[in-house]
């Protein structure tokens, strides 16, 4: 018997819709207003899309957009591959001299300020710069080499509780018939971590992309990022423009998660229904 009151149950859909309308109204309210045609953004002057020829017009805002993804695919692909590595040595190497203190420095980046990060990283350079006459400025090199600092932190941790949920008896069996440690990995561990891989890669990717602080600290005069011209425009008014830009990522985000959700549903009926038929035969 179901001992919940009528009305306690009735509350929970309600506060549930509640909390969807408070995350996603706003973006529904900027995907709105990218389409009027006053460039103040809270009087509604009518339908427009000129704000996005402008928007593809701006050559700063277009330069900054490719920049940043530029920095965030390369951080990423880089943190993918040292995260993985320290995935690796936290859960597969026994116990070594330093083992906690390495612990700490990948995961110390999780719970840094960023200001700190930022400021850390900074005089980094400037002494690097000083003693070997490198950087001589900051700019692209320093905004990657930054982000790949705190983005291989999440990597790390994404991949290494994947390798802790695995089975090792897979991995023993395959070095029993006598295949070699590096080939149990990339034939045995690699492809069952691949999805932690995957979502470790997207997340560095959004946190680099999505990096305004640190990279206001290691940049350059020739290196503005994404979010330090939006942030930079907002703060002399909200720009039409910056609504048409934040429509276009929306769209793009909703449509690669639409599209993995899809793809990760036709792989769970297919297994469902592969797991079915061995069943019945």
């Not at 402008?54 to 965030?72: C, F, K, N, R, Y």
């Not at 859960?91 to 070594?96: K, L, V």
Request: glycine residues 8%.
């Amino acid at each position: 018997m179901n001992n919940i009151p009528v009305s306690r149950s009735r509350l929970r859909p309600l506060i549930l819709w509640l909390g969807f309308g408070f995350l996603y109204a706003p973006m529904l309210l900027l995907i709105i207003y990218s389409f009027n045609s006053s460039r103040l953004v809270t009087v509604w002057a009518g339908w427009s899309t000129k704000w996005y020829g402008e928007l593809l017009a701006d050559d700063m805002m277009m330069q900054a957009v490719g920049l940043s993804l530029t920095i965030a695919f390369f951080a990423a692909s880089t943190a993918v591959v040292l995260g993985t590595v320290a995935g690796f040595v936290l859960t597969r190497i026994g116990r070594f001299r330093g083992e906690g203190g390495f612990a700490f420095m990948i995961t110390a980046p999780l719970v840094m300020p960023e200001v700190i990060t930022g400021l850390s990283l900074l005089l980094l350079f400037v002494a690097m710069g000083d003693l070997v006459g490198w950087p001589a400025q900051r700019g692209i090199s320093t905004i990657w080499i930054a982000h790949v600092t705190f983005c291989t932190a999440y990597v790390a941790v994404v991949v290494s509780s994947r390798l802790r949920e695995l089975d090792r008896s897979l991995e023993e069996a395959a070095m029993d018939l006598g295949a070699r440690p590096l080939k149990v990995f990339f034939v045995i561990t690699l492809p069952i971590i691949a999805p932690a891989i995957i979502a470790g890669w997207l997340l560095a990717f959004t946190l680099s992309l999505d990096d305004l602080v640190i990279a206001s600290f290691v940049s350059g005069p020739n290196a503005t990022t994404l979010p330090m011209v939006v942030f930079s425009s907002v703060r002399l008014g909200v720009s039409p423009k910056i609504n048409a830009l934040a429509t276009i990522i929306i769209v793009i985000v909703s449509l690669v998660t639409f599209i993995g959700w899809w793809l990760m549903a036709r792989s769970e009926k297919r297994r469902a229904q592969e797991a079915a038929a061995a069943r019945a035969g």
